[in-house]
């Protein structure tokens, strides 16, 4: 039973381009979560979604990022016009439901130069 | 004041001692509490997972948490230098948000 997805592992961008960071939830998972990382920092939930629906996108930036979980196919976290602040790992997390243990994907490293 | 505290370490042990791992937490709403490990460059890794106070073991390790006092802890026996990762601990009240300390750097020495 394949974890939890993500690719790419790294990711470089300059400034001012746009960063697609794909995750493959857990089979049978359709609840998926992400998370930001930065160094020496703990995880900062970012989004909550299930197919098709975002339930909770409190702890993403307004401006520039976006979250979406077809119906088919990975979710994807967007970023446009990246800046050097966006530099980060990014965890996907997935859950059979809501109130389940959260199993983690090994996450995408974005740097920005 | 963060809702979850966690001393980031980093933690030096000898190999083969008692590891105490803990965090505390202010909202009272939490009523599971995670462990997880995460090596270098690597993603976090379910350890633990207790619901409510009390204790929780397996194999080496034991979860342990006290709710009137918002304290929980992780113990490692026989510490092994393949223990050595950064140990994060997650509190959730049962909506689907984990709130995350900053994790503590553990490094067994061999």
């Known amino acids: 039973n394949a974890g939890v997805m993500q690719n790419p592992r790294h990711l470089v961008r300059r400034r001012g381009q746009e960063a697609r960071l794909r995750c493959s939830p857990m089979k049978g998972h359709s609840h998926v979560y992400w998370y930001r990382q930065l160094p020496e920092e703990g995880l900062k939930f970012m989004v909550y979604l299930q197919k098709e629906n975002i339930i909770d996108e409190s702890g993403m930036p307004k401006e520039r990022f976006s979250a979406e979980f077809p119906k088919e196919g990975p979710s994807i976290l967007r970023i446009q016009q990246v800046v050097r602040g966006d530099s980060a790992a990014y965890f996907c997390?997935?859950?059979?439901?809501?109130?389940?243990?959260?199993?983690f994907g090994p996450g995408t490293r974005l740097l920005v130069l | 004041q963060k809702e979850v505290e966690q001393d980031p370490g980093p933690l030096s042990v000898p190999e083969g001692a008692i590891v105490s791992l803990n965090c505390t937490y202010s909202n009272s709403a939490f009523q599971y509490f995670m462990w997880y490990r995460q090596y270098s460059r690597k993603g976090p890794e379910l350890l633990m997972y207790t619901y409510s106070s009390g204790n929780k073991e397996d194999g080496r390790f034991t979860a342990q948490v006290d709710k009137s006092s918002k304290y929980i802890s992780l113990f490692i026996r026989d510490s092994q230098p393949s223990d050595s990762a950064t140990y994060l601990c997650a509190c959730f009240s049962g909506t689907y948000k984990y709130i995350f300390g900053t994790g503590t750097r553990l490094k067994v020495l061999a």
């Open positions: 997390a997935s859950s059979p439901g809501t109130k389940e243990t959260q199993y």
